[in-house]
């Protein structure tokens, strides 16, 4: 299987260093799960990986290009993001926020052509959003503006979908139509996808892998069965008592 | 949507019309009255409104707030700071240098409060802590212009207060083409940036994850913005609320949020409230009130409006 990403002794932050020495990768279709308490610096280490915030040192490699060195277009149509961020906006439609991905690669003035209309219309059924793409974004539910948003980055047709904690908001039935939703993308889009989440006992079945950004400072990877069994997640997560 | 333009445009029209052949001494369609006083004072009111409006619109999308404006943020009260520090300082240099100087010192003014504001912002600063220091840089330099008229002479004094109390009136025959020139040309650069502008919409971070630089588009934003508002300043005055409102008014009415349609409504709407202000003005010739305590009667409510709309989100 195609490596999508490589991390090689990565530090992130903003001023200070974060979080130190992260070593990992991530491969074609994979389903990735990155898990870390509040405050750990698990946004950090995906805006970072998106390019949305400095390495500080060592080296992010897309598909054996270093992130640093690459055009920010090149670097948008291989990697979709879905932030955190509560968007308000009045009077944008589904489709105009979807169409928004498309900006990697439309001309100067960012016009549509048709097959990149036919792309977000594709993208919207892909999502199952297609019957509202006229709605306006401030009018979704939770669940949907959160389809919208990665439909909007599905739309740079990336092969790497980062999330940072999509399922937060979401009440317990949305949140499991996303996760599979999402693994569905792996499977059939053979797109890699890599969220953060705190809802482990939903994604544990879907994920075909655990990062764990330990509270030690340690980083590590593995299948669920394995950092399960090694008590890496129990020690970060669970009080020493209760389980 | 076409049909919603067009039906932006007719009122646009027939108050510019109305302008040129109504004035304070009734309808006359004297040549020298209409080329001389209204068609500047039109003009005026077209582009300066509009322009207020557009930079009102680029400035709530930069700071990610709905009530960003010209005037809020203490942009059009610095720059009038610097138009008054020079009239005093370049009192005795040679005309060209002075009228020059004049319209650098607007650009000037209106950019370091800018700066300063992105200052405030790298330091995350809340949307409602941001326009509180914009409203005391605001009042920071109006005390300044204070001081400065005490200390002036009898004939600056004059026209400088005339100045100071906002008038789309203030723009001779003489200075109406270069008033034109350098409203379109502040407003071109627009068009030119508008696929990064609209990303922007959404937020910083997202405009960046699709590749915009977004670096060197906040000094391009805030170029175009500072040199909108100073040409307004520095040929009417300090002029309140048109870009607060505009925007808001123009989506409202489009119920559109892209920029492509947004833009150009936003502008027919700040033109829209200027002429109409004008019109206010025409017809109560005998009370010489002025224009912004007109706006203020329009704008306030229009702001409370739509805070009070608004009260789901917070700012």
């Not at chain 1, 640093?68 to 105009?96: N, P, R």
């Not at chain 1, 993208?123 to 389809?147: A, H, N, P, R, T």
């Not at chain 2, 007109?294 to 306030?300: D, E, K, T």
Request: with cysteine.
């Amino acid at each position: 299987m195609k490596t999508i990403l490589q991390l090689k002794n990565v530090s992130i932050g903003f001023n200070q260093i974060l979080y130190a020495n992260i070593n990992a990768e991530l491969k074609e279709g994979a389903f990735v799960c990155l898990l870390g308490i509040n405050g750990i610096g698990k946004s950090c280490l995906l805006k970072t990986m998106a390019g949305l915030q400095e390495v500080k040192s060592g080296e992010v490699y897309i598909e054996h290009k270093a992130l640093k060195s690459m055009d920010s277009f090149d670097l948008a149509k291989k990697i979709g993001i879905v932030l955190t961020e509560k968007l308000q906006i009045d009077y944008l439609t589904v489709f105009e926020l979807v169409s928004f991905g498309r900006a990697p690669y439309t001309g100067r003035r960012g016009d549509l052509s048709k097959d990149d209309k036919k792309l977000v219309q594709k993208v919207l059924e892909d999502v199952g959003i297609s019957e509202i793409g006229k709605k306006y974004f401030s009018e979704l539910s939770d669940g949907q503006k959160q389809k919208a948003l990665i439909a909007r980055a599905l739309a740079q047709t990336p092969e790497l979908l980062i999330l940072d904690e999509p399922t937060t908001y979401l009440d317990i039935p949305s949140k499991i139509e996303l996760i599979a939703l999402l693994k569905k993308l792996t499977q059939e889009k053979k797109i890699t996808v890599l969220l953060s989440t705190h809802d482990l006992d939903l994604i544990k079945d879907s994920a075909d892998e655990f990062w764990l950004m330990g509270k030690d400072g340690e980083f590590s990877s593995g299948s669920p069965e394995e950092m399960n069994s090694s008590g890496l997640i129990a020690n970060n997560f669970f009080r020493s008592g209760s389980k | 949507m076409k049909l919603k333009y067009s039906i932006l445009f007719v009122p646009v029209l027939a108050l510019a019309l109305a302008l040129l052949f109504i004035g304070e001494s009734g309808l006359s369609n004297d040549a020298v009255l209409v080329n001389e006083l209204r068609l500047p004072k039109v003009m005026a009111c077209l582009f300066a409104g509009g322009l207020l409006a557009v930079s009102g619109l680029l400035m709530q999308i930069f700071f990610q707030n709905p009530l960003a404006g010209p005037d809020i943020l203490g942009i059009s009260s610095g720059s009038s700071l610097f138009v008054a520090l020079w009239m005093m300082a370049g009192a005795g240099l040679s005309p060209f240098v002075q009228e020059w100087g004049m319209n650098a010192m607007s650009f000037f003014g209106a950019i370091s409060v800018f700066l300063l504001l992105l200052f405030f912002l790298k330091r995350n600063v809340s949307r409602v802590s941001l326009i509180i220091i914009g409203l005391l840089i605001s009042s920071f330099a109006s005390s300044g212009i204070s001081v400065l008229v005490s200390m002036s002479q009898a004939l600056q004094l004059k026209n400088f207060l005339v100045w100071s109390m906002g008038s789309f009136r203030n723009i001779t025959q003489a200075e109406l083409p270069r008033f034109l020139v350098f409203s379109i040309l502040s407003i071109f650069p627009v068009w030119f940036f508008l696929k990064p502008l609209n990303q922007f919409l959404l937020s910083e971070n997202y405009a960046k994850s699709v590749g915009v630089n977004v670096k060197k588009m906040r000094m391009v934003f805030v170029t175009i913005a500072a040199f909108q508002i100073s040409i307004v300043t520095l040929y009417c005055g300090p002029i309140g609320f048109i870009g607060i409102i505009s925007p808001h008014l123009a989506r409202l009415y489009l119920r559109r949020a892209q920029l492509t349609h947004l833009l150009p409504a936003a502008f027919l709407v700040g033109s829209f409230l200027a002429l109409l202000t004008e019109m206010i003005l025409v017809m109560t010739p005998t009370l010489s009130i002025s224009v912004n305590a007109i706006l203020g009667l329009i704008g306030a409510p229009i702001i409370v409006l739509y805070l009070y709309r608004q009260r789901s989100l917070s700012l």
